[in-house]
């Protein structure tokens, strides 16, 4: 009877285990438990958080919505970027209550328009495995910046791997060899020391362009600066410090402008994510701002 009896019990305890409530997001759409709408973030970069999103419960008991690392969003204008997601997301949402937040994503396709205002957004569907791998491996090594991006490019658009390129060369290393080892490509050589488009830490420029950016920060920032096509496409990062300071700053940046020949570009002040300054550099008037040495 003994043995009986705990047989019984083991029965009871694992039917009274409280059953996972947690559901995909599309899954969450397909079968009614959710409504959802998304739009691009005017306030972040294309490889940050490039996309908000507003799910709100549609039914009586709570659930828990989970937006999967390399799940992918659409715009409804084709001109626009796809968008990956590079962190995953887990929501609980209560009956009735909206909750929105932005969410960390990078462009999946390089031709085309980054999100602008209002952009509106579909879900799509998950990556295959190989992408999927690598935006898991950008969420762990927080790599949500322009370094990251170009990797995603690289798999998505099969963009040169010469130009998975960055301030961060461990990290630009460790990028490389995953896409290639996933594409199957040969690791190409390191950027070579006079190379002022792959090696960020050049500074015998053919002709050096030169500005600065005067800003105060209440508390420790993470700070870059970065430059934009006229597409808000990401073509350089100029300027990074994960640990800026508090107090007034002038933050001063470098390139080489024979490397850069577009009619004028977007420059950025990005902190913590967020874009807080905008500058323009106009090659039709002479480098007239900033200044030309």
């Not at 993470?222 to 007034?248: C, D, H, Q, W």
Request: with cysteine.
């Amino acid at each position: 009877m003994k043995k009986i009896f705990v047989i019984l019990l083991v029965v009871v305890l694992f039917a009274f285990k409280p059953a996972d409530n947690t559901v995909n997001i599309d899954e969450a759409i397909r079968t009614g438990l959710i409504s959802c709408s998304v739009q691009s973030n005017s306030g972040s970069t294309h490889y940050i958080k490039p996309l908000s999103i507003t799910l709100t419960n549609i039914k009586s008991t709570p659930v828990s919505i989970k937006i999967p690392n390399g799940f992918q969003f659409i715009p409804e204008q084709d001109e626009y970027q796809n968008i990956i997601v590079t962190q995953e997301e887990m929501l609980a949402l209560n009956p009735g209550k909206p909750v929105t937040i932005s969410l960390y994503g990078m462009c999946t396709e390089n031709h085309d328009k980054a999100p602008s205002t209002d952009i509106k957004y579909r879900l799509g569907k998950q990556a295959d495995e190989k992408v999927s791998k690598l935006t898991k491996l950008i969420a762990k090594r927080k790599l949500h910046d322009p370094l990251g991006q170009s990797a995603v490019w690289a798999m998505t658009c099969n963009t040169p791997l010469e130009d998975i390129a960055g301030f961060d060369t461990t990290s630009a290393k460790e990028l490389i060899k995953y896409v290639a080892h996933a594409l199957n490509k040969p690791i190409p050589p390191p950027p070579a020391p006079d190379d002022t488009k792959r090696n960020y830490y050049v500074t015998n420029y053919k002709t050096s362009m030169r500005g600065a950016f005067n800003y105060t920060f209440s508390k420790k920032t993470s700070v870059t600066i970065a430059m934009f096509n006229v597409n808000n496409i990401v073509v350089r990062e100029l300027y990074r410090n994960s640990e800026e300071k508090p107090g007034k700053h002038k933050l001063e940046y470098q390139f080489d402008a024979t490397e850069y020949t577009d009619d004028f570009y977007y420059l950025r002040l990005i902190a913590d994510g967020e874009i807080i300054l905008n500058g323009k550099i106009d090659n039709r008037n002479d480098f007239d701002t900033p200044q030309r040495n």
